[in-house]
């Protein structure tokens, strides 16, 4: 009985995470939200840092701080998905699709044309919708 009730609480405090998650990023991953349903309180440690490092800060804005991790995804390889969801964040705090596509122009010198490419390719997903 009182590994069912566990259980229970767990689910719960994952289904609470889940949607705080969901609502204050606009998405969530599948595979974060499987690792929540594992083990909520690992996940929502990692929520803590997510939420102070891509929130409004004291002196940088939360839209400035997506462009900062729009630019690292972009230059470290991320999937498409990543960047697509970052750069809807960014517009939901914002930004435009014009200030979007000149943080893809300043990752070219420091991250190559590469870099630029798979920002542009997410860019142009945005578009679309």
């Known amino acids: 009985m009182k590994q069912k009730t566990a259980d229970n609480d767990r689910g719960r405090r994952a289904d609470t ?9 606009g998405y969530i991953y599948p595979e974060w939200e499987f ?3 594992q ?4 996940v929502e440690a990692y929520n803590k ?4 490092g891509l929130s409004e800060g004291q002196h940088v804005s939360a ?6 991790a729009i630019a690292l995804l972009a230059f470290r390889g ?4 990543a960047l697509v969801a970052h750069m809807q964040r960014a517009i939901r705090f914002g930004a435009t699709r014009e200030e979007l596509f ?3 122009e300043t990752c070219m010198v420091p991250g190559g044309a590469p870099t630029f490419h798979r920002g ?5 997903e945005i578009d679309a919708k």
Do not use: H, N, Q, T
């Open 17 to 25: 995470l889940i949607a705080r998650m969901k609502k204050a990023r």
């Open 35 to 37: 690792a929540a349903r």
């Open 39 to 42: 083990d909520p309180e690992f």
């Open 49 to 52: 840092i997510y939420e102070l």
């Open 63 to 68: 839209k400035v701080r997506e462009f900062v």
């Open 78 to 81: 991320a999937e498409k998905a």
């Open 102 to 104: 000149e943080v893809l």
């Open 120 to 124: 542009l390719s997410a860019l142009l």
